[in-house]
């Protein structure tokens, strides 16, 4: 890894992010290369609760879960990149378009969740192309647009 090449940990995602079990979807990054792009992965197991209703005798990953993956991968980098960790800062998903689901995400698949900003970055609106895989395959992308909200001076 380069000099400014982070990553976090699900200790460090927890301090970033306010989601939890059953809705923290990452569980660690792997590459955040300031604000510039990341790596994020969620180890995908049968003991997932949506996999109870989604489906019993197929078990499929809901396709906004992927995308709420994408999006508190973005919120990681973007608190990471710009020093907000334990700052009161939160990140919101403010819209997603153009999204394609390519295949199924199953029990035992490693999803890597990457995510490139398009536009903004030292703003306070963040866009990021957002791309799913596992192993080489793509199996989902979007574009999402997400907001920095600092907490009041």
Do not use: W
């Not at 979807?25 to 609760?49: F, H, L, R, W, Y």
């Not at 973005?74 to 990140?91: E, L, R």
């Not at 395959?137 to 997400?146: G, R, S």
Request: charged letters at 25%; glycine letters at 8%; proline letters at 5%.
């Amino acid at each position: 890894m380069s000099d400014t090449m982070k990553s976090a940990d699900i200790g460090l995602i927890k301090r970033i992010l306010p989601h939890r079990y059953p809705f923290l979807m990452v569980d660690k990054v792997v590459q955040i290369d300031g604000n510039k792009s990341a790596v994020g992965i969620k180890n995908v197991t049968i003991n997932e609760p949506f996999f109870q209703g989604h489906f019993p005798e197929e078990p499929v990953m809901p396709g906004v879960l992927i995308l709420e993956a994408m999006g508190q991968t973005a919120g990681v980098m973007i608190s990471v990149a710009n020093d907000f960790v334990d700052k009161g800062v939160s990140v919101y998903l403010m819209s997603i378009d153009k999204a394609r689901f390519r295949r199924k995400v199953i029990p035992g698949d490693v999803l890597e969740l990457h995510v490139v900003t398009v536009r903004g970055a030292t703003s306070r609106v963040v866009k990021l192309a957002c791309t799913g895989k596992v192993g080489d395959e793509i199996v989902a992308e979007a574009e999402v647009m997400a907001m920095i909200s600092k907490p009041a001076d």
